[in-house]
């Protein structure tokens, strides 16, 4: 998908008066393009700002899946897995070219934290959560079926259960919903360097850099959608709006170009217990992911070398054959509440700071980017609809009578 510039913003040396928008959204990750989606969908005009390529941060680097978060289970984390899993069924439907189905199988060994049994009422309520026309069950694989398992370590293997989620491509994803945005009437910034934001009677003044060159436009709400960036942007917008206070937690992958198996695997790691994936990925095969605390620069992020050598000895001791070196490693930010929590443990619900005209948008996952783009389309809406009600009629925007600002743009109608 190529980069755009609205032809219609202007250097604000040139012309005092700003292009003006309902909504400027700051991150051209997956949540930013989802927000933009939903926007232009209930008829807001909006503006959608990327400083390098959509998709281009966090949301290139996730795992790649379309799924309910099973291990979230274990932190009875049962509204996200239920939203998920919600989630998952729609983007089956709407994006059925670039979101696969596949086979995921969850061998649990004598020493695994999680025993068979454990895992076995972890699948079932999965499953209750998912409800009908949803993928398929799960079913335990026979022993006698474990030497199709493409080589997998047997020894203290107890059970191996086979169950259903999805994959996708999540850069291409987010760029089929930035593409969406567009066509339902959003205006593309990219690359666009946000600079800052001053408040003022009609909500914010943006200043932004594009080929080095300077420019502005106004808008009623701004909506902070950056990410790793999100409170680095925060502090460039005056008055400083609220802020939530958050960790950064990379995650590594490596990538290697022999093929495993297209069968998923979801193996529980010896040295931590935590759940690492190995998975089909462009005729090879993805491995991932960790979970570090990140303190520096989120443009710096790299893979260390503790990582790629805590994933190597995973894949080798599960599958002693594929002694392959990775072709390719990359890392990743997740945003998560500041705690002194193992990052497992804490929640992953999508966190907002919201003031008069401004929202900020904390966290989220890739697969539930369409109910958190409607959620905070709600509090837009919400907070529109109360400026409208103090405004004169002219002033209301993206609808003709204050009942339109309620229509949450169904985004599960529109194939992307």
Known sequence: MPNKISKGLTNHMENPTPQTYDLCVIGGGIQGAGVAQAAALSGLSVALMEKSDWGAGTSSKSSKLIHGGLRYLQTLQIGLVYESLRERRILLDIAEDIVKPNWFYLPVYKTDLFKAWQVRIGLILYRLLAGRNNLAGFKQLPREQWHELEGLNTSDLESVFIYQDAQTDDKILTQRVVASAEQHGATLLSPAKFLSAEKNDNGYLVSFAIDDQISSLQCRTL????????????????????????????????????????????????????????????????????????????DGVEPSEEETAYLLEIIHSHFPHFNHQPSESWAGLRVLPASGNNPFQRSREVQFAKTNNYLAIYGGKLTGYRATAENALKKILKSMLLEANQAEPSAQIGATKKRDFYKIGDTSTVKI
């Open 223 to 298: 909506v902070n959608a950056a990410g790793p960036w999100i409170n680095r942007i925060a502090e460039t917008i005056e008055p400083k709006p609220p802020t939530i206070d958050v960790d950064l937690i990379k995650g590594t992958h490596l990538e290697f170009t022999q093929k495993l198996s297209e069968k998923c695997f979801y193996i529980e790691a010896k040295q931590d217990h935590r759940a690492i994936f190995m998975l089909p990925f462009k005729g090879g095969t993805l491995l991932g992911t960790t979970e570090q605390l990140f303190e520096g620069d989120p």
